[in-house]
């Protein structure tokens, strides 16, 4: 039997905080040029491993990345975890009963993106010459593989773009969630598929057919009943007031693994165990907004950087560099998921202008199709210049995302929030502090300004959509809205909630201001607006805390006047 021994764990300790403390400090230097961390990741691996460290400086690479297997293999598996609580916590961010009842859009637009990506790659990657293949004779699954490859969005860096924008709570973020939820698990159950076939190869139809007949039963069960089991748990973990986060931590730790065990046993990776996992999880009511927050700070924080700083201490990107591949790659990707959703959004009714949006939502492969393109390479069904072409793609469709997405949104017709809002919708002090009795007394001060529809009507549209995903936004604000067919003008209305209101804020804090938002039934680029202008605003400490002190309604109206009209808040000072 094998131990490790003293230098082994001295060694991976090494490892560990030389390149978990560059990746988290560099990523950060990226993230204030709004520029997604793994970028940054994959770039710290890129330099410490064979590509440039490991070329110019041999003795000190071999030194800090010894080549013996077991110095490797230690690594290995601490990034392996990484990308299965990657794909755990992707799961957690899909809210598959939401995603299903938005199945009118969201399905279209989802399923154009599957499909027209697949068509688009399907032949450039089928007449490749055979030095790019792996083997020639599988030509058809490896050109099956990279159309697949193209098809799967990265949901957690089109979150994060929205939410930089801040627009990810109205209901164009909420679609374009849905329909990225829809994308992800329909392209991970195709890639998944694929993956098997290529591994058993060998055997035969019946037992391929038996493999995908399992897997869509698995999925199947795990998307209905296995969900609400799931439900139950953590509602009982809730109710019971068990120590939080931990023990819905480790209760969605061990689901994931016995999702994962369950599909490796099936013929399918772990991975998508873990991804269905999440998904379950993710679905419960009761796990809190601050609960997902902890979950993901953890696996961002240092799973995920493990994994990509290890992709690129695995491969040399300049001796597998191909400037073909790469743009081919890159260019066919980006091309055939937003072909695909802005063909799926045209098969809708919603407004023209939001349809560039959600069609750049969908371009970024992100780390999802880096995460498939490891398991290719792992499994001998790409080739290493393959790889770092998908990895290129990958970065170069999740850097431009930002950039295109804002200008999207700023084509929009410019409005003045101040047309919607007056000092007659201001509440100086809600008289409730639960979340469903502060949005009934302001659905009551709305309908007194409004012909129709009445406050009942009001409250039931608000709450319904409040329940499909929750409007809190962090440092005490929230903003519950609902687009309503009977109105012609939009209506803002404003509450400030003394003690604090509970709402499932991911902070956990309690809100003390909160905007109810009411716009026409097409009313989606006002919504986009109104949202984002107050979310700019209100992120303002000191706008804040003038609001706070402030005493009547006509004070908070005009410290609102001020912020919204983009001048400096300043505390008025008192009469002597």
């Given amino acids: 039997m094998h131990y490790l021994n003293e230098n082994n764990i001295f060694i991976f300790l090494v490892q560990l905080a030389l390149l978990l403390g560059l990746a988290r400090g560099v990523g950060e230097i990226f993230r204030r040029w709004r520029q997604p961390p793994l970028t940054a990741e994959l770039l710290v691996g890129i330099f410490m491993g064979p590509t440039i460290l490991g070329r110019f400086l041999p003795a ?40 299903w009842r938005q199945r009118g859009d969201a399905l279209k637009i989802a399923l154009a993106d599957i499909v027209v990506p697949m068509g688009i790659a399907f032949i450039p990657c089928f007449l490749l010459p055979d030095s790019y293949l792996v083997n020639p004779q599988q030509r058809f699954i490896f ?21 930089d924008l801040k627009i990810f709570k109205t209901d164009l973020g909420f679609l374009i969630m849905s329909a990225l939820s829809v994308n992800d698990i329909l392209g991970w159950l195709i890639f998944t598929l694929v993956l098997g076939f290529f591994i058993r190869a060998g055997l035969n139809i019946w037992n391929v057919i038996s493999v995908a007949a399992l897997t869509i039963v698995f999925t199947a069960f795990c998307l209905t009943a296995g969900r609400k089991i799931v439900d139950k748990v953590i509602t009982g973990i809730k109710n019971k007031k068990m120590p939080q986060p931990g ?156 950039p295109w997405l804002s200008y999207s949104i700023r084509k929009r017709k410019e409005i003045s929030i101040l047309e919607y809002f007056s000092a007659r919708g201001i509440v100086s002090s809600l008289r409730h502090n639960e979340r469903d009795k502060v949005i009934e007394e302001l659905c009551e001060l709305a309908a007194g300004q409004l012909e129709a529809p009445d406050a009942e009507d009001i409250y039931k549209a608000v709450i319904a959509r409040e329940n499909e995903m929750g409007t809190a936004i962090e440092e005490g604000i929230a903003v519950p809205h609902a687009r309503l067919p009977e109105i012609k003008t939009p ?82 000072k008192k009469k002597t």
């Fill in 247 to 402: 023990i819905s931590l480790t209760f969605i730790c061990v689901l994931g693994a016995l999702c994962g065990a369950a599909t490796q046993k099936i013929g399918i990776h772990a991975l998508f165990g873990f991804f269905i996992a999440g998904i379950m999880a993710g679905g419960s009511r009761a796990l809190s907004e601050n609960v997902r927050q902890v979950i993901s700070q953890m696996v961002y924080a240092i799973f995920v950087p493990l994994f990509f700083v290890n992709i690129g201490l695995k491969v040399d990107f300049l001796g597998n560099f191909d400037i073909f591949l790469i743009l081919l790659v890159s260019g066919i990707g980006i091309a055939g998921r937003f072909a695909g959703a802005w063909l799926g959004v045209n098969l809708t009714r919603l407004p023209k202008t939001n349809r560039l949006s959600i069609a750049v939502a969908h371009i970024p492969g992100g780390a999802m199709e880096i995460v498939v393109g490891s398991l290719a390479l792992e499994y001998n069904l790409i080739t290493e210049p393959v790889f770092v072409a998908i990895v290129f793609g990958a970065v170069i469709s999740s850097v431009i995302l930002g």
């Fill in 491 to 572: 209506l803002v209305i404003f509450g400030r909630s003394v003690d604090g209101a509970e709402w499932n804020s991911p902070d956990d804090k309690p809100v003390h201001f909160v905007f109810l938002i009411l716009t026409p039934g097409d009313g989606y680029d006002t919504q986009v607006q109104v949202l984002s202008f107050i979310a700019k605003a209100m992120s303002d400490a000191e706008t804040r805390g003038l609001i706070a002190e402030a005493g009547e309604a006509h004070e908070i109206w005009e410290i609102l006047q001020r912020a919204f009209a983009g001048k400096h808040v300043v505390k008025n």
């Fill in 143 to 163: 050109a099956v593989f990279m159309a697949t490859v193209m098809t799967i969005s990265a949901l957690p860096i089109a979150a994060r773009a929205l939410h």
């Fill in 60 to 99: 000190w690479h071999q030194a800090i990345f010894p080549g013996n297997a077991v110095q490797q293999n230690m690594f290995e598996t601490a990034a392996w975890i990484g990308v299965l609580f990657l794909l755990l916590e992707s799961g957690l961010e899909i809210d598959f009963a939401s995603a």
